[in-house]
């Protein structure tokens, strides 16, 4: 069989091969789009609360704590709230 009547034959399961490796490139490539989108939302997420934390940390005067936190007073020796000395 001449190479011509053979690469004929072959055509159309190439054809075929080279679709569906297209449809799955296509895929890949859709789900790549979709991460890049979540990383930008995340991006954006982590901006606007690093741009929340840093006016309020401007908001603090120098020495004065953010809300939650407690400065501890302590004598040495003393242990803050909630421990216990070892047994």
Do not use: F, K, S, T
Not at 17 to 40: K, P, S, T, W, Y
Not at 46 to 59: A, C, K, P
Not at 78 to 85: A, C, F, V
């Amino acid at each position: 069989m001449p190479m011509e009547q053979l690469a004929i034959g072959q055509a159309p399961e190439l054809q075929r091969q080279l679709n569906v490796m297209q449809a799955q490139m296509a895929d890949v490539l859709g789900e790549m789009r979709r991460q890049q989108a979540l990383i930008v939302r995340y991006e954006q997420q982590l901006q606007e609360q690093q741009r929340y934390i840093d006016q309020h940390q401007q908001n603090l005067q120098p020495g004065q704590l953010g809300q939650n936190e407690q400065q501890q007073h302590l004598q040495p020796g003393q242990l803050i709230q909630n421990e216990q000395p070892l047994q």
